[in-house]
């Protein structure tokens, strides 16, 4: 099933050549992991979350609906399935620059933040993947901080 999806979902970014599809493809499952561990690193599942989740790849990868269920799906697997974070950080380290790191990161604390209250377990989840992206610690707390002030 695992490879249906994929298969399905590679191919409904007909509009970019192969390559390009694969490197969105990697990038979109690798940014929708991790921002599902933030979602549900505090055990908590709330609709806001969700909605922010789900909004948040919307505006990273320009998806339609059917294409943002269908990762949404696969990212549940891959997540489940993970031993660790690195092999997504890897990903967006070798393909992002650090503004797009940047924008992961608010998008990591908006999802934190869309159920208005920070766990420590949200925290600390943010933190290493942070630490991995090789993000450093002053881009951390200011990605954190505007996310704040924007009221998520």
Not at 74 to 83: P, Q, S
Not at 121 to 141: G, M, W
């Amino acid at each position: 099933m695992y490879r249906k999806i994929q298969e399905w979902f590679t191919t409904q970014w007909l509009t970019v050549g192969q390559e390009d599809v694969d490197e969105n493809h990697q990038l979109a499952l690798a940014t929708a992991v991790l921002l599902y561990e933030v979602m549900r690193s505090d055990h908590e599942y709330t609709a806001s979350e969700e909605h922010t989740y789900r909004q948040q790849l919307e505006q990273h990868f320009s998806l339609s609906q059917v294409e943002l269920d269908t990762l949404c799906e696969l990212t549940v697997e891959k997540a489940e399935n993970a031993v660790d974070f690195q092999q997504f950080t890897k990903v967006l380290n070798e393909m992002c620059d650090p503004q797009q790191k940047r924008a992961i990161m608010e998008s990591l604390w908006a999802v934190a933040y869309a159920d208005h209250q920070l766990s420590a377990d949200e925290e600390y989840t943010i933190r290493k993947i942070a630490d991995l992206l090789f993000v450093p610690h002053s881009q951390f707390i200011q990605s954190k901080l505007k996310v704040q002030e924007q009221g998520h």
